[in-house]
Structure formats: structure tokens, C-alpha cells
């Protein structure tokens, strides 16, 4: 976070250096043919302002566009994944504390019975 609240810091100071050393040069644009097109005494910065505008507005469909195919692709491998663990009963996986662990097979408690640990932490009484 400091890393780039400083960088930010530099890019203003440079661009505020720039602004300050070319405010008196000015040229003409001419936008369109004839004296209607014309607009005379344009500083530069801000021409140089808005062609970066233009350039950062440009660059905005085809950024929108990756992202919308990066969460396509995103979404594809899930449902991907969730169908083959549908197609693989054998090898589902428990969740246990945000970890997949194989389901554990019924155990034999001390005296020869097959149950789960559910059964193992039964009170002995309770029979």
C-alpha cells in the first residue's frame, strides 16, 4: 500500500512539473477542415491530456472483454470438475475444515465391532 501511494505521489509530482514548464506553449489543432475545425491556442498539456484520455478509453472494451473471458474460462473448469466428480462416485472426498479428505472407512473397536466414530463416542450405557 505505501509502495503505491508513493508511486502515485511521483506520477502527480511529474505530471504537475509538466503542466508548469509547458504552461505558455500553446499550438493550433485542427480538428476538421476549414476554419470551423480549427482551435487556436490550445495549451499543450491539455492536448496531451486528452490524447491520453482517448488512448485510456480505447484501451476500456478490450480490458471488459478479457475479464468477461477469464470468468468464463473460470466458471467452465468448475463445472467441469463438478461433473467429474459426479461421474467418480469412488472417489468422492468428505470436506472436513475446508480440506477434502477421502471418506474414511468404517472402523473395529476393541471388541470386534465394525461401526463409525460416531458409535465409538457413544456413552456405555447407552446400549
Excluded: C, H
Excluded at 5 to 15: A, G, K, N
Excluded at 49 to 74: D, E, T
Excluded at 80 to 96: D, T
Amino acid at each position: 500500500m505505501p509502495a503505491r501511494l508513493i508511486v502515485f505521489i511521483l506520477t502527480l509530482l511529474v505530471i504537475v512539473t509538466f503542466i508548469g514548464l509547458n504552461i505558455e506553449n500553446n499550438s493550433d489543432i485542427r480538428i476538421w477542415f476549414g476554419e470551423k475545425g480549427l482551435l487556436k491556442d490550445v495549451p499543450i498539456f491539455v492536448s496531451f491530456f486528452v490524447m491520453y484520455l482517448i488512448g485510456v478509453l480505447s484501451a476500456v472494451p478490450f480490458v471488459v472483454r478479457w475479464r468477461n473471458r477469464k470468468k468464463k474460462q473460470i466458471a467452465r473448469k468448475t463445472a467441469e470438475e463438478s461433473e467429474s466428480e459426479m461421474k467418480s462416485p469412488q472417489q468422492k472426498k468428505k470436506r472436513v475444515m475446508g480440506l477434502k479428505k477421502d471418506k474414511e472407512p468404517n472402523r473395529k473397536d476393541s471388541e470386534g465391532r465394525i461401526g463409525s466414530k460416531a458409535d465409538d463416542e457413544q456413552s456405555p450405557g447407552s446400549e
